[in-house]
Structure formats: C-alpha cells, structure tokens
C-alpha cells in the first residue's frame, strides 16, 4: 500500500463540482448568460423537484487555522442584522429571475459559523425566505454548529423553522491537536449540544472530524473516534485535511509542515480510523463520509440518489442550488457563479442593486457529460457509457490513462463501465482526474490543489 501512496499522493481537486473552480472559463462567462440558464433549469424542474440554497455565514469569533472557508473574524455581533438584510436582498434578486414562487426542498446554513448568528436574527432571515416561498412536503433543512457557541435556543428555534439535521465540528480532542489549530474545545461542550439536538428531535446529527492535522497520531486519532461514537452521531464527516496556505493565505500558517503527518501516516490514520468505524457499525458513503445504516444518506446511496455538490454529500438533489451570501457559489445545473468573496463588495454589488456575482462558468455539452460521470464516481463509485449521450470523444484516451490504476487493482473496466474497486475508495480524486479534460488540457504550472491522500 505504501508504494501505491508514493504513486497516487499528488494534488489533485476534491470535486464538488467539475469543472472545478480553478477551471472556469471566467473569460467567455457573463452573469446574463448565467440567468438565463438559472431560469432555464428553474423552468424544467421547480414543479417537481424544487430548489435548494445554500446561505453563507462568514462570521467567526476567532480563527481556527486549519480552516479554508471564507471568513471574518469579529467579536462585533452589530454585523449581524446588516448582513441579513443583504442576504434577503439577493435573495429577492433570484425571486425576480424567477418569476413565480419557488419550492424549496434544500437549506443549508455553512460558514464561517452560523451560530454566531442569534436566534433572532436567524429566525427573520428563514421566515423572510419562507414567506416568499412554498417548502417541499419533507424539506432537508440542514445547519452547521460550533459546540463552543451553538446555545440550546439555537437548536430549538432552528428545530421550530423546520430544521431536522446538524452538523457539529469536533476535528479532534487531542489538546495538542488543538491548540496547534487554535480549536479549543472540550468534549463535555461537544457532548452538550449532541445530547440537545438529540432530546429536541433532530433526525440526523452529523460529526465533523478531520485527519492529518499537525501532530495527529493514531493513538489520539483513535481516541478521538473512540469519543465521538460513545455520543453516536447519525453521521460522520471524516474529512483529510487540505493543507493550502498559499490559496488561502496566513490562516493555515499557523504551525510547520513538517507538524503534518507524513503521507504514509496520514494513509494510516484514515485507513485505521475507516476500519474502527466500520467495526462500531458504520458504512462507508463515497469519500470522506459515514453514517449508520438507518440515516437517509445510507438509505440514498442504496437508492442510487446520493448528490455531491458545494455542500458535499446530499441525500437529494435538485438541479438548481442558490448561493447566496458572501462567497456562495450558485449552480444552474448548466452553469456556476460566485458570489463576491469580499464582504465589502459584496455589499457595495448590491447597494448598486446588482447580484454579486464575479466569476462562474457555463457549461458545454462536453462539461456536461464529464461532469455527469464525475458525479457518478463521486457518489456511486461507479459510471456507465453504454448509452450515446454518456459518451464523449476522448473517452478512449480517459480509460488508457486508467489502464494503470487498473493494474494496481483500484478499478475495474468493462466493455461499458467503470467501478472503484474498495482498494480504490481512497484514490477516487485520482481516478476522476483522468476524466478531467479541463484540467488536463491546461496542467497547472503551480500547486493549486491539496494532497489527494
């Protein structure tokens, strides 16, 4: 195993979209052309299926240097209600595109942290949007939690508007771990908030936990898994860390890279730790994520409709996904745009009543077919071409880059099929990179991505 590490241990992107970001034809995107795919895929699909939004929270209390999201830090909550107010002005910008009422079947509340927020002012953001729109008869409300902040009212003002899943952050509990990542946080904290999303009523409670954090070993690692399943949260997100401080700037500079584990060891640590899971009776979901068998993210990977999107792992799908909010990244199904990744921007775009977006990207026929077989690597671990709309010219060439992956027993190829063997889970980056056109075309002359492994 450890020479395959050697040989597939190179940056590559985690696709939650292809193209991926780096990839975007930001030069031939227009944000007119982007709408009219936005009304186009609204059109065909809102009577059946509905929407979903994503609502970005940017603000955080203090910095947590293993962290790449998009952020503020400030212990000033007067930013609150200003940011709200222009969150349900974009919002109404959308409303107006659209055209008629739409029918939400998604929310998710990411961050920063959206608990920062209080109850209050999160009640007016969700009761302005539900007033403009019908909710799906079982909607997948969903909103991310810091243990240190999220207060008892939180979950049950959130609960009251409909929410029934949860995601907390614990990343690790080794005080060493923590303190490197600036992510003080006791387990009683973590324990505190799962026992209260538990006796409210919240049907899927998610952990977040990462591996590869500087100083991480196997014997904290396990202790920290050990931990986590005696609170047996519905579902694990157990993530490798992403370790891009040139992307992202000072925030991940916090420690030495040579405080990382090592490739061998980071390969230990997951392997280790997806075992450990496995044997306390959780499954596998595509990469980075878990649940027991009775959580719909299972019951929708049997079901073949597991999504993969900005939000990760979804256990539906909708074909139009509404960014709004600082740095949100809307997707038309045909088309990607993003949302100004400077708070002040973002506010000066829409005083002058324009929507925020910056760059994006809109699909071709051929991203389009890529993408579709991405996805389905992604969620499935598997992908078909025997019908002509899943087939694409360079298909060939895709499956003789792969004739060596294939060797090494990390997939298995038919005559019109592709399927991730379980030795390959953790390789799935790389075998979607072959499917890459974009990225292959134009191989990037610096690092912009993170380890794969």
């Known amino acids: 195993m450890n020479s395959l590490i050697h040989k597939y241990n190179i940056p590559g992107p985690r696709y939650t979209s292809y193209p991926t970001v780096p990839y975007w034809d930001e030069a031939q995107f227009s944000q007119t052309q982007y709408l009219q795919t936005l009304k186009r895929s609204f059109d065909e699909s809102n009577d059946s299926e509905g929407i979903s939004l994503y609502i970005h929270l940017p603000f955080c209390e203090s910095l947590c240097t293993f ?15 200003p940011y709200i107010q222009a969150v349900l002005k974009e919002w109404q910008m959308y409303l107006d595109v659209f055209g008629r009422r739409p029918l939400i079947k998604e929310i998710h509340l990411g961050g920063g942290t959206p608990t920062f927020f209080s109850e209050a002012n ?11 729109a019908d909710l799906a008869e079982e909607p997948e409300l969903s909103f991310e939690g810091h243990p240190n902040n999220t207060r008892r009212t939180h979950i049950q003002t959130l609960y009251d508007l409909g929410f029934r ?3 907390f952050g614990v990343q690790d509990y080794d005080p060493v771990v923590q303190k490197a990542i600036h992510r003080i946080q006791p387990y009683e904290n973590v324990q505190s908030v799962t026992d209260a999303a538990r006796e409210i009523g919240y049907e899927s409670i998610s952990h977040d936990l990462i591996f590869g954090l500087p100083f991480q070993t196997w014997q904290s690692m396990e202790q920290t898994i050990r931990r986590t399943i005696r609170q047996k949260p519905d579902r694990l997100a157990f993530y490798s860390y992403a370790h891009v401080p040139w992307i992202k700037g000072s925030g991940q500079r916090g420690y030495d890279e040579n405080d990382l584990p090592s490739g061998e060891v980071k390969r230990a640590l997951y392997e280790n730790g997806k075992a450990l899971l496995e044997e306390l009776g959780y499954v596998e979901i595509g990469m980075d994520h878990f649940s027991l068998p009775s959580d719909k993210l299972y019951q929708s990977m049997l079901n073949k409709k597991i999504h993969r999107n900005f939000m990760g792992y979804t256990s539906s799908s909708t074909q139009v996904m509404v960014g709004l909010g600082v740095s949100a990244i809307g ?41 579709r077989h991405i996805l389905n690597l992604m969620c499935l671990l598997e992908t078909h071409w025997d019908k002509p709309e899943q087939q694409f010219k360079e298909l060939p060439e895709v499956l003789e880059r792969l004739a060596e992956m294939q060797s090494d027993g990390l997939i298995e190829i038919g005559p019109d099929y592709l399927k991730i063997t379980d030795a390959g889970r953790l390789f799935a980056r790389n075998i979607c990179m072959a499917f890459d056109l974009r990225m292959l075309r134009n191989q990037p002359e610096t690092r912009i991505f993170s380890m794969t492994i």
Do not use: M
């Not at 962290?67 to 007067?78: D, E, F, L, N, V």
């Not at 999160?122 to 403009?132: D, N, P, Q, V």
């Not at 199904?333 to 829409?350: H, P, S």
């Open 67 to 81: 962290c790449a999201c998009h952020k503020r830090i400030t212990k000033k909550h007067s930013v609150e209600e």
């Open 331 to 371: 997707d038309s199904w045909y088309g990607f745009a993003q949302n100004e990744k400077v708070l002040e921007d973002y506010y000066a775009r829409l005083e002058a009543n324009e929507l925020p977006i910056f760059r994006g990207h809109i699909l071709n026929e051929e991203d389009l077919i890529v993408r």
């Open 122 to 132: 999160l009640k007016h953001l969700l009761e302005t949007i539900f007033a403009s």
């Open 165 to 167: 899943r949860v995601s």
